[in-house]
């Protein structure tokens, strides 16, 4: 019980109880809606490479846009914020929705309503994450609430993806996107209920743009285990994080299955990563986080190999079931590694490097990782980035076990 009660306890903490549930379900619809426009933009075009210039497409703004609205979150009041970007990812997913039932989505939509969708994001994720230390009232709990917090997203890619499977095969895509719609309404509901007070520094409020922006530059370039946790993160990133928009490939090309078997695939990972959250969760200290984060990827690379051989169905569930864990492992223990170190008044400027690392790396890695499908196939492309990342794993160990966290 006492396991059980430490896992939850940033639930006693009022604005965290609010957070908590919207952003499950919206990440859920979110999942959804992911999976659909990956199965109907592979079902389009039938191109790896194709596949990979869309994702590349959408990416951009994650990538270019990310510091600079780390400045501005400093500046800003992050409830109001936070309110405004609900909002607009609900407009978005009920756009595509329209589109869609009304026969008009083509390539050129996904493209341009993908590029909103992750200028969107470009502020949600840094917002989201330098949001946290203000949701529970006592820091020692911040861990905590980061670990939940990726509970909600692993909670998420294990119950969309599957949802997802049955509707596509079932009763089509444009469902699937009204459902992400759908699914941001609570969470529009409950963040207007939150009550987040924020002392801006009136210092950093003070600052133009780009010197806010120097300043930032200069706070992680003169602390070594901040640089470390942000180059793991994007080299993991980069590699690990192409699987989503490999896996409609993989499963076409090797089990040549359709959305259901994909849904299981994914949702297996789901399955992984929300175990792995949860034992992090359940931790009462930081202590040896940094081996978990190494153990993770060694994890990972090896899911990776187990894909690149397998063409059985059961191995492959299996390997995805560990991905998760090992995706997660690495994820979560950055972040809340990171989030430990920083200071508060400048959290939304590294914050949003952490995101440009963490998912702006897409931009080019996508790209890259469905040119590699392209030309040497998937199950080779899953080899060759299991191989890599095993050294990265073995290397990075080294340079942690070397620093004190």
Not at 12 to 28: A, E, M, T, W
Not at 74 to 91: C, E, P, R, T, Y
Not at 304 to 321: D, K, T
Request: one cysteine or more; a positive charge; glycine letters at 6%.
């Amino acid at each position: 019980m006492n396991r059980l009660l430490s896992t939850f306890k940033s639930l006693k903490y009022r604005n965290f109880r609010l957070f908590f549930p919207g952003l499950i379900v919206s990440q859920i619809g979110i999942w959804i809606q992911n999976i659909a426009i990956g199965w109907l933009v592979y079902d389009m075009t039938r191109s790896a490479f194709t596949m990979g210039f869309i994702m590349f497409c959408n990416a951009i703004p994650l990538f270019l846009l990310t510091p600079f609205v780390g400045v501005f979150i400093d500046k800003l009041n992050k409830h109001k914020l936070l309110m405004s970007i609900q909002i607009l990812f609900a407009s978005q997913a009920l756009i595509i929705s329209v589109l869609t039932f009304c026969g008009l989505l083509r390539i050129w939509n996904i493209i341009i309503l993908g590029l909103f969708l992750n200028v969107i994001a470009a502020i949600d994720l840094p917002l989201r994450q330098s949001i946290f230390v203000h949701l529970v009232d006592d820091k020692k709990d911040l861990g905590n609430a980061i670990s939940l917090n990726s509970t909600c997203f692993n909670l998420a890619r294990l119950v969309g993806p599957a949802i997802a499977g049955i509707l596509v095969a079932s009763v089509g895509v444009g469902v699937c996107f009204f459902i992400n719609f759908i699914c941001f309404i609570p969470a529009i509901i409950l963040v207007s209920r939150m009550n987040i007070i924020v002392k801006n520094n009136l210092i950093v409020q003070n600052e133009t743009i780009f010197e806010s922006l120097k300043e930032g530059f200069s706070y992680i370039k003169h602390n070594k285990k901040i640089i470390l946790l942000l180059i793991f993160l994007a080299i993991f990133s980069f590699i690990g994080l192409t699987y989503p928009m490999l896996m409609p490939i993989y499963t076409k090309e090797v089990f040549h299955a359709n959305a259901d078997v994909l849904g299981l695939l994914m949702a297996m990972a789901g399955v992984g990563a929300l175990i792995g959250s949860l034992l992090i969760a359940s931790k009462t200290t930081t202590s040896g986080l940094k081996y978990i984060l190494c153990s993770g990827a060694f994890v990972f690379s090896i899911s990776l190999l187990i894909l690149g051989f397998s063409n059985s169905l059961y191995f492959s569930v299996f390997a995805m079931f560990i991905l998760g864990m090992g995706m997660t492992s690495c994820i979560t223990c950055d972040n809340t590694l990171l989030q430990m170190i920083i200071d508060d008044d400048k959290r939304g400027r590294v914050m949003s490097i952490h995101s440009i690392c963490f998912l702006g790396t897409t931009s080019i890695s996508n790209l890259f990782a469905g040119t590699v499908a392209q030309h040497i196939g998937i199950s080779n492309t899953f080899i060759v980035f299991g191989v890599f990342l095993l050294f990265v794993s073995i290397i990075f160990f080294n340079l942690f076990k070397k620093l004190s966290f």
